[in-house]
C-alpha cells in the first residue's frame, strides 16, 4: 500500500498547510499509537476482520452499492428506503481507511477502489452526487423534493450526504495517499460552495455533519471556501421564518434541527442527538480555526447543559424515542431511554474536540464514560451485530418497553454499525495529545508511541490491565535526556466525582487516594485541571507508577431525576455495571441494594470474553407459590459490564436498583 508523507489524526493533524489558528492541543496521531492492551485492541481486529468486510458484504446486499450503479446509468429504480443509504458505504470506506492505516490489505484497498470507481461514475458532472435523485431525476426519493436541495432544510439529507463523502474522502487520502476519492469529494464540495452562502441559497443543512467534513477537506487543501462554508451553515442556524417559534413541538419551532435559535444564543443540548452532537463539533472546529469567540461560549454552555442535565449514567444521550432526541432538562427516563449508539459517536467526537480547547480531564472524563460504556454497548462481540439503541432496564412487567432486548445484525436505517466501523479503529487517537512541551496521558491503553517533544524524540510506553486493575505503569525513554511535563489524568471517578456536575454523585465519600511514584519513590507533582503534573528531566527508563482506587461505588442521581430517585447504580473505575436474567435466578427486577451491601470482585476469563464481575448478597422480593403474596428473602446478586450485556439470550436487565422497598405497583399479565 502507498504511504502518505503525512501523519493525521482523526480530527486535527494532517493539514498540507501551517495553521495560523487552531486548537491549542493537538492529538498524537492513532497511527503513531500501537496498542498492545487486551481490551481494545481485540475490537480493533475485530472491526478489521469481522465488522468491515460485513458492513460492505451488507452494503452489497441491501442494494447501496447498486444505487450508485443504477446512477451512472440514470435507470433504474432506487433500491433502499432512506435516501441517505448513500452514507452507508462511505463511512464503512472512512472505517475501513483508518483500518488500512494500522494493517495494511492490498485486497481490501483493492475493493474500496472498485467502490470509489462506482461512486465517482455516479457523480454527476457538476459535482453533484446523490443517488437518490440521479437514478430518476423526474421521480425522485419522497423526502428529496422535485428540484435539488428543495428539502434540504427538512428530510433530504443531500448536504448529510456530502458530509459523510468528505470525512471518508479525507481517510482515504491520508491513509493511501490516493486523490480518486478525494477529487470527488472536492468537486462536490466546491458546487455547495457555489450553491450556498451569505449572497447565495440560504439554508441549514438538515441533518449536520457537512460542516466537519468540510473543515477537514480545508485542513486539507487549505482552501477557505470549504471553511466560510461550514461556519456559514453553523451560523445560518436559527434564521429561518417558516417555524412557528410559539410551539412546543421540536419539529413545528425548529428545535429538532437546532434550527431555532441562532447558535449562539443557545445554551441547551436539543432536538436529534446525533444531528446536535455533529453540530457541536463542528462549532468546536470553527471556533479553533477562526478565534470565534460567540461560538466557543455557545458550546461551553451547551456542554454544561449537557453534563449537568441530560447524559444518562453510563454515558448515552438522546432520552426520548420520539424523535431520537434530548428530553427536557433531568428527563433520563430508564424504561424508555433511547440512548442511540450514533449520539454516543457523536458525544465522542464533541468531548474530544472540547479537550483540545481547554485542556481539561473532564472532557476526557465524559469521553471515557462514554466510550467505555454507551458506545461499546452497541456493538457485538461478534462485530456483526448492533444496538441502534441502548437499553436501561429490560423488564418484564414493562409490555410497552420499546427498547431491543438483543442485537441485530443491521437495520433499515443501519447508520449506528457503520458508525461503529469508523469509530472503533481511531481509538488509539485518544490516548495522548500534546501542547508543546506538555504531554497529556488521556487514556489508559496498554502500547507504545514514539512522538517528538522539544525537537527530541521521546518514547512512552504504558503497561496496565485497564479496565479491571487501577495499576498504571509508564515507561519514559527520551533518546536524550530532556525537560518536559508529563501530564496524567486522574480520572473524576478516583477522586470522589462520578461527573463533573451535581447530576450524579457517589453515596459516600471513599477515603482512598490515587498515588503517584517515579523509579519507586513517592514524587512531587501538581494538579492542574484534573491532571497529575510532573515536570521533571526525563532521562531514559524513568517508570512513573499510578495508582487508582478500583473501589465498587454506588452512584446516585440529583433527586431532580425523577426516574432515579430512592434507587442506586454501581461503577467499578469507568465501567458501569447491571445485572442480567440469566445470572440472578430469571430476574433483575426485584433485587434491592441497600446502603450497606459489600461487594466482592472476580475476573472471569471465560465469560464475555472476560469480564470483572461483581457479587454481594442482597435482598431479593419474590411471589409465593399461590401468588397471592410476597416474600423477601436473600439471594446472590450478580453484575457485569454494561458494555457486555445481551449475549446470552433474552431476559431482564438493570442498571439502576431500589435501594429500599417504597412501593409496590402490581402488573396483570396475559
Not at 23 to 35: E, G, N, R, S, W
Not at 143 to 168: D, F, I, P, T
Request: charged content about 20%; some cysteine; overall charge neutral.
Amino acid at each position: 500500500m502507498k504511504k502518505t508523507i503525512l501523519s493525521f489524526s482523526l480530527f486535527i493533524a494532517g493539514s498540507l498547510f501551517a495553521q495560523k489558528t487552531d486548537y491549542p492541543i493537538q492529538a498524537v496521531p492513532f497511527t503513531k499509537v500501537k496498542l498492545t492492551d487486551n481490551f481494545w485492541l481485540p475490537r480493533i481486529k475485530t472491526n478489521q476482520l469481522v465488522t468491515i468486510p460485513a458492513s460492505f458484504a451488507r452494503c452489497e446486499s441491501t442494494g447501496r452499492v447498486k444505487n450508485f450503479e443504477m446512477a451512472a446509468v440514470h435507470t433504474g429504480k432506487f433500491c433502499t428506503i432512506f435516501p441517505f443509504d448513500d452514507t452507508d458505504i462511505y463511512k464503512t470506506i472512512e472505517g475501513a481507511s483508518f483500518s488500512l492505516s494500522l494493517y495494511p490489505d492490498p485486497k481490501l484497498e483493492k475493493y474500496i477502489d472498485t467502490l470509489i470507481e462506482k461512486v465517482g461514475k455516479a457523480q454527476e458532472p457538476d459535482g453533484y452526487l446523490y443517488t437518490a435523485r440521479t437514478i430518476d431525476p423526474q421521480h425522485p426519493h419522497a423526502w428529496s423534493g422535485k428540484v435539488r436541495w428543495s428539502k434540504e432544510r427538512e428530510q433530504s439529507h443531500e448536504l448529510y450526504n456530502a458530509g459523510h463523502l468528505y470525512e471518508a474522502a479525507a481517510a482515504h487520502f491520508l491513509a493511501t495517499g490516493k486523490k480518486n476519492l478525494l477529487n470527488i469529494a472536492l468537486k462536490n464540495a466546491d458546487l455547495v460552495c457555489s450553491v450556498f452562502g451569505p449572497d447565495k441559497l440560504k439554508v441549514a443543512p438538515g441533518h449536520e455533519v457537512i460542516e466537519m467534513g468540510l473543515v477537514k477537506l480545508y485542513r486539507i487543501t487549505g482552501k477557505k471556501e470549504y471553511l466560510n462554508t461550514a461556519k456559514f451553515f453553523i451560523e445560518e442556524r436559527g434564521h429561518f421564518n417558516g417555524y412557528d417559534s410559539t410551539s412546543k413541538d421540536p419539529w413545528k419551532n425548529g428545535s429538532y434541527w437546532q434550527d431555532h435559535i441562532p447558535v449562539t444564543q443557545q445554551d441547551e443540548a436539543i432536538g436529534h442527538a446525533v444531528r446536535a452532537g455533529y453540530l457541536y463539533s463542528a462549532m468546536a472546529d470553527v471556533a479553533a480555526l477562526t478565534g470565534d469567540e460567540k461560538l466557543l461560549n455557545a458550546i461551553d454552555k451547551i456542554w454544561n447543559n449537557e453534563v449537568s442535565k441530560k447524559i444518562y449514567v453510563q454515558g448515552g444521550v438522546g432520552a426520548v424515542p420520539d424523535g431520537e432526541r434530548f428530553g427536557d432538562n433531568y428527563e433520563l427516563p430508564n424504561n424508555t431511554a433511547y440512548n442511540e449508539t450514533c449520539a454516543a459517536i457523536a458525544n465522542v467526537y464533541f468531548n474530544s474536540r472540547m479537550f483540545y480547547l481547554h485542556g481539561d480531564a473532564k472532557y476526557i472524563d465524559v469521553l471515557e464514560k462514554t466510550l467505555y460504556n454507551g458506545l461499546i454497548s452497541g456493538v457485538g462481540m461478534d462485530g456483526k451485530s448492533f444496538f441502534y439503541t441502548n437499553a436501561m432496564q429490560i423488564h418484564n412487567s414493562f409490555s410497552h418497553n420499546s427498547m431491543e432486548p438483543e442485537r441485530s445484525g443491521w437495520f433499515p436505517c443501519s447508520c449506528c454499525p457503520t458508525n461503529v466501523v469508523r469509530l472503533i479503529p481511531s481509538v488509539p487517537g485518544y490516548v495522548y495529545a500534546q501542547n508543546g512541551s506538555d504531554f497529556y496521558v488521556n487514556l489508559f491503553i496498554n502500547g507504545s508511541t514514539d512522538v517528538t517533544i522539544n525537537k527530541k524524540p521521546v518514547q512512552i510506553i504504558q503497561q496496565n490491565n485497564y479496565p479491571w486493575d487501577g495499576g498504571l505503569t509508564f515507561n519514559i525513554n527520551p533518546k536524550t535526556s530532556d525537560a518536559f511535563n508529563l501530564m496524567i489524568r486522574i480520572p473524576g471517578w478516583a477522586q470522589n466525582e462520578a461527573i463533573a456536575s451535581d447530576l450524579y454523585s457517589f453515596s459516600t465519600v471513599s477515603d482512598k487516594k490515587p498515588t503517584i511514584t517515579l523509579n519507586g519513590k513517592p514524587v512531587e507533582y501538581t494538579m492542574q485541571k484534573g491532571y497529575a503534573v510532573i515536570n521533571r528531566v526525563w532521562k531514559k527508563n524513568d517508570v512513573v507508577v499510578v495508582n487508582l482506587p478500583m473501589e465498587v461505588r454506588t452512584v446516585v442521581a440529583n433527586e431532580k431525576v425523577k426516574a432515579d430517585n430512592g434507587k442506586v447504580a454501581l461503577q467499578r473505575g469507568p465501567l458501569i455495571y447491571c445485572a442480567e436474567w440469566v445470572d440472578n435466578n430469571g430476574k433483575t427486577s426485584n433485587l434491592i441494594i441497600p446502603p450497606s451491601t459489600s461487594f466482592t470482585t472476580e475476573f472471569k476469563p471465560n465469560l464475555l470474553n472476560g469480564v470483572m464481575e461483581l457479587k454481594a448478597e442482597v435482598p431479593a422480593i419474590k411471589i409465593t407459590d399461590n401468588g397471592n403474596g410476597l416474600s423477601t428473602s436473600k439471594q446472590t446478586f450478580t453484575a457485569i459490564p454494561y458494555y457486555a450485556w445481551a449475549h446470552r439470550g433474552k431476559g431482564e436487565m438493570t442498571v439502576w436498583f431500589p435501594s429500599k422497598i417504597k412501593d409496590i405497583e402490581l402488573f396483570a399479565m396475559k
